[in-house]
């Protein structure tokens, strides 16, 4: 079945310092990837998404590429700040179904000042 | 645009009582879920509705888990009897229907469920 892998964490950060967070899934067919992010005390929110393969999906300095060749869905950001502290999430949705999401386990990232 | 509303926030119970949370989706979203969130894990899928059917059921552990969805609006999912393993946040989200690529799913606040 389908399925998403991500790296362990906590991450631990200096502001400024550069983030990637490794993200692998399984899957047949064509899946959707997306990463949310969910601050201390929110809901899950959105970060952004990418519907096929070698699309780029980015949103407030976060970018990640949907790479089919590695399976692979790595969330990076140039320059982190404290405020980038929050839980990251790698998910999919199946070529198949409507709407079903399947998250990996989620990477704490803390940034320090 | 109001959000994804959900209720209680957080609810604490004994082993075996039963329990209920409730779920207002954004309105006009047509598609409506239940995740089950763990502790340092991601959130499961326990529930897909569109409209008032259900579209996928099979993570839901049905001897003690139930929702329904009266109208294709407002939505309760129930524990009845809970265990200690039920400890979690219960997420709900909605979508609206349309091209797939638009199936955004929106998430509430969640409700923290502990089992005692």
């Known amino acids: 079945g389908n399925s998403v892998t991500q790296m362990e964490g906590p991450v631990t950060l200096s502001e400024e310092a550069f983030l990637t967070i490794n993200c692998t899934y399984t899957a047949t067919g064509y899946p959707s990837l997306f990463w949310y992010v969910q601050y201390p005390g929110e809901g899950l929110q959105l970060l952004l998404k990418a519907t096929k393969a070698d699309d780029k999906g980015s949103n407030k300095g976060f970018e990640a590429t949907y790479r089919k060749e590695t399976t692979s869905f790595h969330l990076e950001k140039g320059s982190v700040q404290v405020s980038d502290s929050a839980v990251y999430f790698c998910?999919?949705?199946?070529?198949?179904?409507?709407?079903?999401?399947?998250f990996g386990q989620g990477t704490t990232l803390q940034v320090k000042p | 645009e109001a959000g994804v509303a959900q209720s209680p926030r957080y609810k604490i119970i004994e082993k075996r009582q039963s329990v209920a949370f409730w779920c207002n989706p954004i309105s006009g979203h047509a598609t409506l879920y239940w995740y089950q969130q763990i502790l340092g894990q991601g959130p499961k899928l326990l529930i897909q509705f569109q409209n008032n059917g259900v579209v996928d059921d099979s993570q839901l552990p049905k001897d003690r888990f139930s929702a329904e969805r009266l109208k294709g609006v407002d939505s309760t999912l129930k524990i009845q009897p809970a265990k200690l393993e039920d400890s979690a946040v219960y997420l709900c989200?909605?979508?609206?229907?349309?091209?797939?690529?638009?199936?955004?799913?929106?998430f509430g606040p969640g409700t923290r469920l502990t089992v005692t």
């Open positions: 989200a909605s979508s609206s229907v349309g091209r797939r690529s638009s199936y955004e799913q929106y």
């Open positions: 998910a999919l949705r199946g070529s198949s179904n409507t709407g079903k999401l399947i």
